[in-house]
């Protein structure tokens, strides 16, 4: 079994939380606008991180890591993105590729608007954990915590980082 902590947007803001609400995870993803390397850093001490850039994301962090991150763990297929979209509603870009070879986790960020939302036509489970960071229009900022055992995903969490 792997727990997974999950974020996204960042946008180069830290919030010690983080390191509390990940601390018993085994991996943490971020999900784009990370927004400087120093995130990263901080999150690497905590725990292994996988990441994909996002549109706010300079050259840095673009050399470090990919637009697209799909790899098989724990029994099951996962896609992440930054800009995605979502069930019904998915970006143009990803289309293509989505319909063709489904995952069966597909994680975006971006919209800074929480989403878990289960694909029935694709047979895919799609979890966008909102904004982590203080920019953007979002009124509260949130973090994932969830678990993929044998290809199943559990205890999904969402954290609320209040002020």
């Known amino acids: 079994m792997l727990k997974v902590g999950l974020l996204s947007d960042t946008h180069a803001y830290w919030d010690s939380r983080y390191a509390l609400h990940f601390a018993d995870c085994d991996e943490i ?15 690497t001490a905590i725990k292994p991180v996988r990441a994909v850039y996002g549109n706010i994301d300079g050259q840095e962090i673009r050399k470090l890591f ?24 998915y970006d143009k870009e990803v289309i293509p590729e989505i319909f063709a070879h489904p995952p069966k986790l597909f994680i975006t960020g ?19 954990p909102g904004a982590a960071g203080k920019y ?10 969830f678990c993929i055992d044998e290809g199943n995903f559990k205890d999904l969490e969402v954290i609320e980082l209040a002020e």
Request: aromatic share 8%; no cysteine; net charge positive.
């Open 29 to 43: 993803w971020h999900a784009g606008d990370i927004g400087s390397l120093e995130i990263i850093e901080k999150l």
């Open 66 to 89: 990919p637009k697209h991150l799909r790899f098989s763990i724990e029994g099951t297929t996962v896609w992440m993105t930054h800009i995605g979209g979502y069930p019904g509603k």
């Open 110 to 128: 971006h919209s800074h608007i929480l989403k878990v939302k289960y694909d029935k036509k694709l047979d895919l489970l799609h979890i966008n």
């Open 136 to 145: 953007g229009f979002h009124k509260t900022r949130t973090l994932v915590r």
